[in-house]
């Protein structure tokens, strides 16, 4: 059974710079699983940021960023502000229509 | 505007079989593939099911395999996820979504929360 694994959680002071990751139990991210980011706020539907990667979706700041580090797919915010205190989901494709969620970051800016 | 408003969410006992829907508007949906994503209280997101442009084919999470059908009708510009046979980890807000191209979900529904419960 696949696992998507992310940081439960983690912390950024405001204006500061944090990365979180997305891996698998056995192997290696790459591109060819088509990492997605979302960002969830509570009560809210989940938000699209990154796609393919490193694409950003329309209307995302700057400051949010997709690369692979490593062994894992990787979204930065550079210069955090108070309203990206969120869930940050990513997910990867498997091949013939099936995707596998991590379990998600919550994000505090404090 | 695309938009995706899902419907036919209660509360619902275990063992039961509601079905959910989603109405698009603003696109046609004939030219994507769509998905339903659930998230039950408190809990992250789950991949539930995919089908493809003209509903030849599905795929689903392996928990809900034999018990969920996701179905479209593209004529009405419509998407829906025939459940049975429900059960209490069952309980959570199915959303609905649209799968671009490139393998990611580009819009989202507000869902629609199904809670199995005696």
């Known amino acids: 059974q696949t696992v998507v694994t992310q940081e439960p959680s983690f912390s950024v002071s405001p204006g500061g710079t944090v990365t979180l990751t997305c891996g698998l139990s056995s192997g290696s991210v790459s591109t060819s699983y088509y990492p997605s980011w979302y960002q969830q706020t509570p009560g809210q539907a989940p938000r699209t940021l990154m796609y393919?990667?490193?694409t950003r979706s329309s209307g995302v700041p700057y400051r949010f960023s997709g690369f692979i580090l490593g062994d894992r797919a990787a979204l930065t915010i550079t210069g955090a502000q108070a309203e990206d205190e969120s869930d940050y989901y990513c997910v990867l494709y498997m091949g013939s229509g099936n995707w596998v969620f991590g379990g998600g970051t919550k994000l505090a800016v404090v | 505007e695309v938009r995706l408003m899902e419907s036919g969410g209660g509360l619902v006992q275990p063992g039961g079989s509601p079905r959910v829907s989603c109405a698009a508007s603003?696109?046609?949906?004939?030219?994507?593939?769509m998905n339903w994503v659930r998230q039950a209280p408190g809990k992250g997101l789950e991949w539930v099911a995919n089908?493809?442009?003209?509903?030849?084919?599905?795929d689903y999470l392996d928990s809900v395999k034999g018990r969920f059908i996701i179905s479209r009708d593209n004529a009405k510009n419509s998407l829906y996820l025939q459940m049975k046979s429900l059960r209490a980890e069952d309980t959570a807000v199915y959303y609905c979504?649209?799968?671009?191209?490139?393998?990611?979900?580009?819009?989202w529904g507000q869902g629609t929360l199904v809670t199995v419960s005696s």
């Open positions: 603003g696109f046609n949906i004939a030219s994507y593939s």
């Open positions: 979504v649209r799968v671009r191209y490139d393998y990611f979900f580009d819009h």
């Open positions: 089908i493809n442009q003209d509903g030849s084919e599905t």
């Open positions: 393919n990667t490193d």
